[in-house]
């Protein structure tokens, strides 16, 4: 008998504790919990080629106009830090105006003209000057630098001819062997119409020399032809950056007046390159 109360109080039991554990789970979960959403199905999306290609160019162009623009301003600030180097300032009684800064020229006033390079007539009958000037003044405190210089200003050929001239004659040897000294004064200087190469200067040298103790002094009234070239360097120092050298020379001994003192030559032979 109590077997069976056993057993069915067991029984009884039984569906209770399920009963209890199904409001346990109950309990533990929400009363409304959401239920996840279906994933929503994936679309593929593509760029249409043009726009691809327009973008594309687009980069391009802006890549060009930072490289451009970065260019612009490292030559601003090497411009900035560059100080010029020449300025060409015209003063007049108006007041002053620039003319050239750095090579780039401003237009022209009334005393100075900017215009394309090129050799002028002044360019010529300076440098043909400033070379007969070395030649003919005789210094012998700075002799052998002034012809050193003139040698530079000819052409090589025609200074290696005259070197060898001056050194079978002698000319240098008696000239100092004689403690010559010498004036040239230039009287004129003009270009040849008919040749722009050819330059022709009339002048007067006056010379001073010891012969046995004695002072002797001699006038020679002269005329000379410079024929110049085209330096392929341009303006150099060599040509005093007057852009031509000198070819060579002939010379004629004119009439000259003479004084107390003073000895004077007439000679009408034509010597080429000889000083």
Same mark, same amino acid.
């Given at each position: 008998? $109590? ?5 069915? $109080? #067991? ?5 209770? %504790?399920?009963?209890?554990? *199904?409001?346990? !789970? ?8 959401? @239920? ?9 999306? &593509? ?17 060009? !106009? $930072? ?12 411009? #900035? ?12 009684? *108006? ?5 050239? @800064? ?16 090129? @050799?002028?007539?002044?360019?010529? %009958?300076?440098?043909? $000057? ?5 030649? &003919? ?15 530079? %200003? ?10 060898? &001239? ?13 403690? #010559? ?29 010891? @012969? ?15 024929? !110049? ?10 040509? %005093? ?7 060579? &020379? ?26």
């Amino acid at each position: 008998m $109590s077997a069976a109360l056993t057993n069915i $109080s #067991w029984k009884e039991k039984k569906p209770i %504790m399920q009963e209890q554990k *199904e409001i346990a !789970l109950d309990a533990a979960l929400p009363l409304h919990a959401p @239920i996840a959403d279906a994933p929503a199905p994936v679309e593929a999306l &593509y760029e249409s080629p043009d726009n691809s290609r327009l973008s594309i160019k687009l980069s391009n162009v802006l890549l060009i !106009l $930072s490289l451009l623009l970065v260019g612009s301003l490292l030559v601003n600030f090497a411009q #900035w830090l560059r100080r010029p180097t020449m300025i060409v300032v015209d003063r007049t009684a *108006e007041g002053n105006r620039v003319t050239s @800064i750095n090579d780039v020229h401003y237009g022209q006033t009334d005393a100075v003209a900017v215009g394309p390079e090129r @050799i002028t007539d002044a360019d010529k %009958m300076y440098l043909a $000057s400033q070379y007969v000037q070395l030649v &003919y003044g005789i210094d012998p405190s700075t002799r052998g630098k002034d012809l050193e210089k003139a040698l530079r %200003m000819m052409v090589p050929d025609s200074a290696i001819k005259l070197m060898t &001239y001056l050194k079978q004659q002698q000319i240098l040897e008696r000239q100092k062997s004689e403690k #010559w000294q010498s004036v040239w004064t230039k009287q004129d200087v003009s270009v040849d119409p008919r040749d722009h190469y050819l330059v022709h200067i009339i002048g007067q040298q006056d010379i001073t020399k010891v @012969i046995n103790n004695q002072v002797l002094t001699e006038r020679h009234q002269l005329s000379l032809d410079v024929k !110049l070239v085209a330096d392929p360097q341009g303006r150099a120092d060599r040509n %005093m950056r007057n852009g031509v050298l000198i070819a060579g &020379y002939t010379y004629k001994e004119l009439p000259a007046q003479t004084s107390a003192g003073v000895t004077s030559t007439t000679s009408t032979t034509t010597t080429t390159e000889q000083p």
